[in-house]
């Protein structure tokens, strides 16, 4: 088993390292192809600098070239990617019959979050498009693979979450929350059923709230500013995806 996980958590930091192209160049309009280069200086990296995590550690988080510091979302990505590929490794081969489609499913959606999280935090903005194509291969998914009244019950759960957050944006007029967040919320529902999907929505309010808070005692933020929810709608989202089962049995076995 550890060997596996070792195995699925180098290709998880791969993965990121593709990941990481694909929140610098989506947003400049470059393309994905073409070989990676400092952000900086705009030198060309050779394979050893492309190494995920160990190069940003062996070159002290500075670039080779002109010695300016490396950003530390570079190994971010990659490690938490690995360790996302590993939780939906283990969370899917613990107490089932191992499913490569629903593995590959994760691996993909996974994918997605951190890009969609990374982004937010990065440029304030959410890649709908991307969050549309998640959610198509997850309906299809749905389609195939999942008993007709859960399939039912997932597209309402999409719509439930989708028009929860739409109401939010026109009652707030735009201010908080966008676009991205309802598509976001769609997918989420889409994914997760309405019971995990409610339980994500509140895990990424919570979540908020106790950012927010921690953030104005700290004064990095001014009463009345906002910060993006994505993250925080992704990360309840992981939480649910992975423990979501367990947190609701935990819930109603206090009440
Ligand atoms: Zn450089």
Redesign the pocket.
Known sequence: MFFWLLVIFIIGTAVGSFLNVVIDRTIRRETILGRSY?D??K?TLSSIDLIPVVSFVGLGAR?R??R?PISWQYPAVEAVTGGLFVLSFYALSVNNPFEITKFLLYLFLVSVLVVVATVDVKFSLIPTSLVFLASFVSLFYNYFFLRSDLFVEHVFAAFGAGIFFLAIVLLTRGRGMGEGDVILGFLIGMVLGFLEMILAVFLAFSLGAIVAIMLLFLGKKRFGQTIPFGPFLVCGFLLSLFWGRELIALYLSIL
């Open positions: 400092c900086h200086c030198a670039c070239y002109c300016r």
